[in-house]
């Protein structure tokens, strides 16, 4: 069955940086648009970023464009988030998600998620 499990979160400092990783199994991630989402304290699930299959076509939130950076390793079957100058108000749990901005609720498929505090 589909499994996607997120690492790399943690504890960090504003202006800090974390990478985040998403190993894919179950179905064939080379072929599959990804997203990264989040899910804040008192908020739902917010579209953070996508990447199609051959990491031609890459898109960001504004909230996050320019400081995070969507990649992937279709050989690893891994999905990456790299994210600079962190703020106190990206804080949230991260999923992946199979599926772009239009499809990935619909789809219905991520992780569990892993933890991203920003705090001094």
């Known amino acids: 069955q589909v499994q996607l499990v997120e690492s790399g979160g943690g504890l960090v400092q504003p202006g800090g940086s974390l990478r985040l990783s998403c190993a894919a199994s179950?179905?064939?991630?080379?072929?599959?648009?990804m997203s990264w989402v989040r899910q804040t304290p008192g908020k739902g699930l917010e579209w953070v970023s996508e990447?199609?299959?051959?990491?031609?076509?890459?898109n960001y939130a504004g909230s996050v464009k320019g400081r995070f950076t969507i990649s992937r390793d279709n050989a690893k079957n891994t999905l990456y988030l790299q994210m600079n100058s962190l703020k106190p108000e990206d804080t949230a749990v991260y999923y992946c998600?199979?599926?772009?901005?239009?499809?990935?609720?619909?789809?219905?498929?991520w992780g569990q998620g892993t933890q991203v505090t920003v705090s001094s």
């Open positions: 998600a199979r599926g772009g901005y239009v499809t990935w609720r619909a789809i219905g498929s």
């Open positions: 990447i199609n299959s051959g990491s031609s076509s890459i």
């Open positions: 179950g179905f064939t991630f080379r072929n599959a648009i």
